[in-house]
């Protein structure tokens, strides 16, 4: 069993570190014991024995690598200071909170029904009349049916411009709103005429598959649309 | 025994020039980041690579130390040395790591496979003139390798800083922010455990 407090103090001393007075009483004590002397060999001979090998020399072009490395983490961090993550948590908090609630409104704006959404839009309707802003998809879409069929008037819902007591009546989007002309239409020139002259006739219609434009070229054909398309085909 | 910290390591003024590089760095000075790292890389590689046991190992910690010394120069307040400071951050470094992972091979001394192969014990004079003695030492010398592989990080610290690196146990102290006690207290249990590791029967 060895003497803990003996094999400190003989640490010390082969380390450098016992204060002289000690160092010269040490030494004393080791000039009269042989046992001490030993103790003092192994301990130095075991510290000796911890030889380190050469360490591995850098490789060339470390403190080039090193120093660019630090430039391109340096731009990073002052990138980064003045990004998005830089930014107070509670400002994020209200980023997200507002990306949130923006999504929750277009889903819901977009589950709530056509007819609902064309009453509770006050911009829309403010619109001025002379122009037919109706649904977004007519303006959109191109040519409506109404616009093939009347001849490139367009004949919409007429909620959107001119509200009504029966327009506010909300409407599904499946609901099939017959083409009616307003009022203020049927006062607008002779194109509206014809058109209506043309709805009253049986071999325009718009459940008919006889367009304008087939009409035109039987006409200049002078076949009837019974003909098929066989012979207009010959024609060509 | 245990000591506190003396009154030596108290913060000293900053005499050591070194500080103005670290200053400039701050600044975001590019060529005196450089010369600061001209100035200390090989000695923290050197240290990195005996707490780590491999020079890949080390060359990737002194990259990592040097990036937080330019990162965080302009917070550091000049103490002491800056080769003291950059010891503490390296070791600090190196001991994080060394949490990580085991260490199961020790740098500064051979790879320890066999102990044939092992690298000889520096004093084999005696031995030499028997070869069973030599085979034995041999042995024994491999035992001790293992020993240093698996002492605890905080004690392999203090062993490579006072044996390697050939620090006073005030600078050891002041690169691992530890008490003269706790460096001593340190290095005695290692060189114990060295020593029962030599002792130990095949």
Redesign the interface.
Known sequence: MRD??A??RL??YL???LPAEQVRQLRAELAKSPALQARLA??H?????????A??P??FG???K??R???Q??VT?ATRALGWSAAPPWVRAMAAAALVAGVALGVGLGRMPHGAQAGAGPVVAAVPGGSQVGAPEAASAGPSPAASVSGGVEVTPSAATTPSVADTTPKTAGDAVPMQPRESDTAAPADIDSAEAMLADESVSMSGSTTLAEEYWQALEGTGSDDGGGGGDAGW | MTADLAPGLAPEPATDPDWELVARVATGDREAFGELVEHHHRRLLRVCERLLGDAEDARDAVQEVFLKVMLKAGSFRPKALVSTWLYRVAVNHCLNVLRRRRLRRWVSLSPVEDDETAAPPPDLAEERADPHRELEARHRWGRVQRAIADLPPSQRAVLVLARFEELSYKEIAETLGITLGAVESRLFRAMRALERAQEAPE
Do not use: I
């Not at chain 1, 001979?45 to 090998?53: D, E």
């Open positions: 803990r407090a094999d400190r640490m010390r380390h450098g570190e192994e301990l001979r075991l510290w000796q024995g911890l030889q380190p090998s360490p591995t850098a490789p470390y403190v080039p090193l120093t490395l630090a430039e983490k340096r961090v």
